[in-house]
């Protein structure tokens, strides 16, 4: 099975793979952690933002790693893009089977024409896709 576990930098994300790590995966299993860099007012991301959310990708490869060892094949990629079609487009080129997202349910009132990355992706993933929903002090404080 091959998963694609979307990822921002902000410390929810670290919610997300905390839920990863309790689970039990079956042998096999391939789990990629996407992080997305948007272009920050051209095609470039700005260097040093980049860098810092390559760090912070890198570490929680590592950290992942650490907690579930040799259990499984894990690896971390960084794409410049706009967050929910960069997703889906990796998620598409990747073969994924499972795409998972965390949604922390900040993004205020809905209207048709505005979404959340999570609900454009839910919307049109290429798999199946689970959007975990991150109820921590974290989230009820911020």
């Known amino acids: 099975m091959r998963i694609l576990i979307a990822v921002d930098s902000s410390p929810f994300a670290n919610d997300?793979?905390?839920?990863?790590?309790?689970?039990?995966?079956?042998?096999?299993?391939?789990?990629?952690?996407?992080?997305i860099v948007e272009p920050a007012g051209g095609p470039e991301p700005d260097r040093e933002y980049f860098h810092q959310v390559k760090i912070i990708l890198e570490d929680?490869?590592?950290?992942?790693?650490?907690?579930?060892?040799?259990?499984?094949?894990?690896?971390?990629?960084?794409i410049v893009g706009v967050a929910a079609p960069s997703i889906l487009k990796e998620a598409i080129r990747w073969n994924a089977d499972l795409l998972i997202i965390g949604s922390h349910g900040?993004?205020?009132a809905r209207r048709e024409s505005l979404?959340?990355?999570?609900?454009?992706i839910v919307n049109d993933a290429p798999c199946s896709v689970e959007v975990v929903k991150l109820h921590t002090k974290r989230a009820q404080t911020a």
């Open 60 to 78: 929680r490869v590592n950290r992942l790693i650490e907690r579930l060892p040799g259990q499984l094949k894990i690896t971390g990629e960084l």
């Open 16 to 35: 997300l793979l905390d839920e990863m790590a309790r689970r039990r995966w079956p042998a096999q299993t391939e789990l990629c952690l996407l992080s």
């Open 106 to 108: 900040d993004t205020g």
């Open 115 to 120: 979404g959340s990355v999570a609900a454009a």
